[in-house]
């Protein structure tokens, strides 16, 4: 459309036109949480019950969303969360989605477990890269891939530590959408109802690359015979502690994150390991059914960290009103998982920046309404939150 909107004005469009794209294999592992989904519906219902409170006959003329994260300005306070099924929903999804976060002056975070090489972002799409990985069993392996990381200049190194072992998910098992692709009577028939995505992402990988696979993985298993459940595929390590992220703090010099702090005492005990900041996040839902809301959290671990380290959230930030209220609430920056990959999934790079444009929009707009200039000025006087 003529318009830039592509016809998606809000993130529940975009999530639409992704299931209408997707087979519903890849869309479940994509979309769904763990369980009976308490901890995502949570997410969203805790962000829901805090309100805004607004300010009128306030000069908004001069607004800005600008922050500075690590000595580093950037053009919003969010940034593109690790996905792994990014290659999957579109080719070289990865590539794509970088490119847009480059184009609004965000970072991007590359998910180990992608389909595309992490050697290849910098080249084929710039801007600020950031890299995510978990801690296999075998930690020389992984640290050979903080070395790949290192080499190819990614500037923050996110270690994700909420998943010691593998979630549930049983749609995942049911649907029987695996990576490597095995085929199956069930999945077969799933993407021959989804052309678009048969021709434009799978058959496009098979005639060029071969079938997608983890490209950052070791070379062993990037070529495994049998396939494995879409979120089983990853040998995690429930072994574990505090010692990894020291070690760590000695491989990694530039920034160093750990994602999927939950609890005031963990984020304390990052920033005594060396950490430089810590993403609060309950993975949106999709590893512990029933944990707390992060917004809920926030406040509690904003506290107890001070300004000795860095504050990110996410999990269920699908308005920029939720990352006005994060902001309110003492977080730094606001990571964005679902939204920019459904944007993708629907078309691509175009899809991935209409996404965020759509966080740009509506960040601005609460701004000027609730009467503030600058995120720096966002403070919880500009809420009003739940007994």
Same mark, same amino acid.
């Given at each position: 459309?003529? *318009?830039?909107?592509?016809?998606?004005?809000?993130?529940? !469009?975009l999530?639409?036109?992704?299931?209408?794209r997707?087979?519903?294999?890849?869309?479940?592992?994509?979309?769904?949480?763990?369980d009976?989904?308490?901890?995502?519906?949570?997410?969203?219902?805790?962000?829901?019950?805090?309100?805004?409170?607004?300010?009128?006959?306030?000069?908004?003329?001069?607004?800005?969303?600008?922050?500075?994260?690590?000595?580093?300005?950037?053009?919003?306070?969010?940034?593109?969360?690790?996905?792994?099924?990014?290659?999957?929903?579109?080719?070289?999804?990865?590539? &794509?989605l970088?490119?847009?976060?480059?184009?609004?002056?965000?970072?991007?975070?590359?998910?180990?477990?992608?389909? $595309? =090489?992490? #050697?290849?972002?910098?080249?084929?799409?710039?801007?600020?890269?950031?890299?995510?990985?978990?801690?296999?069993?075998?930690?020389?392996?992984?640290?050979?891939?903080?070395?790949r =990381?290192? &080499? @190819?200049?990614?500037?923050?190194?996110?270690?994700?530590? *909420?998943?010691?072992?593998?979630?549930?998910?049983?749609?995942?098992?049911?649907?029987? +959408?695996?990576?490597?692709?095995? +085929?199956?009577?069930?999945?077969?028939?799933?993407?021959?109802?989804?052309?678009?995505?048969?021709?434009?992402?799978l058959?496009?990988?098979?005639?060029?690359?071969?079938?997608?696979?983890?490209?950052? +993985?070791?070379?062993?298993?990037?070529?495994?015979?049998?396939?494995?459940?879409?979120?089983?595929?990853?040998?995690?390590?429930? &072994?574990? $502690?505090?010692?990894?992220?020291? #070690?760590?703090?000695?491989?990694?010099?530039?920034?160093?994150?750990?994602?999927?702090?939950?609890?005031?005492?963990?984020?304390?005990?990052?920033?005594?390991?060396?950490?430089?900041?810590?993403?609060?996040?309950n993975?949106?839902?999709?590893?512990? !059914?029933?944990?707390?809301?992060t917004?809920?959290?926030l406040?509690?671990?904003?506290?107890?960290?001070?300004?000795?380290? $860095?504050?990110?959230? !996410?999990?269920?930030?699908?308005?920029?009103?939720?990352?006005?209220? =994060?902001?309110?609430?003492?977080?730094? @920056?606001?990571?964005?998982?679902?939204?920019?990959?459904?944007? $993708? @999934?629907?078309?691509?790079?175009?899809?991935?920046?209409?996404?965020?444009?759509?966080?740009?929009?509506?960040?601005?707009?609460?701004m000027?309404?609730?009467?503030?200039?600058?995120?720096?000025?966002?403070?919880?006087?500009?809420?009003?939150?739940?007994?």
């Amino acid at each position: 459309m003529s *318009d830039g909107t592509l016809g998606y004005y809000n993130t529940a !469009d975009l999530r639409e036109a992704a299931r209408r794209r997707l087979p519903k294999g890849l869309f479940e592992f994509m979309d769904r949480g763990n369980d009976d989904e308490v901890a995502m519906r949570e997410n969203r219902a805790a962000l829901e019950r805090i309100k805004l409170k607004p300010r009128v006959l306030v000069d908004v003329s001069r607004r800005s969303q600008e922050i500075t994260l690590f000595g580093k300005k950037q053009k919003m306070p969010v940034i593109v969360a690790p996905t792994g099924s990014t290659g999957l929903a579109w080719y070289d999804g990865e590539i &794509a989605l970088a490119r847009a976060a480059a184009v609004h002056g965000i970072p991007f975070t590359l998910a180990a477990g992608s389909m $595309t =090489a992490l #050697e290849r972002l910098p080249a084929e799409a710039g801007g600020t890269l950031w890299f995510q990985f978990y801690m296999w069993p075998d930690r020389s392996l992984s640290h050979q891939l903080v070395a790949r =990381a290192r &080499a @190819a200049g990614y500037e923050a190194l996110v270690f994700t530590v *909420d998943t010691p072992v593998a979630p549930g998910r049983e749609y995942n098992l049911r649907n029987g +959408f695996t990576v490597p692709f095995k +085929f199956t009577r069930r999945n077969v028939t799933d993407v021959l109802m989804h052309p678009r995505w048969l021709v434009g992402v799978l058959m496009r990988y098979l005639v060029t690359t071969g079938m997608p696979r983890y490209r950052n +993985f070791p070379a062993h298993t990037q070529t495994r015979i049998t396939a494995l459940p879409m979120g089983r595929s990853t040998a995690l390590n429930d &072994a574990l $502690t505090w010692d990894d992220v020291r #070690e760590l703090r000695k491989l990694w010099p530039r920034t160093l994150i750990v994602k999927g702090i939950q609890h005031p005492r963990d984020a304390v005990l990052a920033a005594d390991c060396g950490a430089d900041a810590v993403v609060l996040s309950n993975h949106g839902g999709r590893v512990l !059914d029933s944990s707390a809301a992060t917004i809920t959290v926030l406040p509690q671990v904003v506290e107890a960290v001070g300004k000795r380290i $860095t504050v990110i959230v !996410d999990s269920g930030f699908r308005r920029g009103s939720d990352v006005v209220k =994060a902001l309110a609430l003492g977080a730094h @920056a606001v990571m964005l998982g679902r939204a920019p990959l459904h944007g $993708t @999934a629907a078309a691509g790079e175009a899809g991935a920046l209409r996404a965020l444009q759509i966080y740009r929009d509506e960040i601005d707009r609460v701004m000027a309404l609730i009467g503030c200039t600058s995120v720096a000025d966002l403070s919880s006087n500009h809420l009003i939150l739940p007994d």
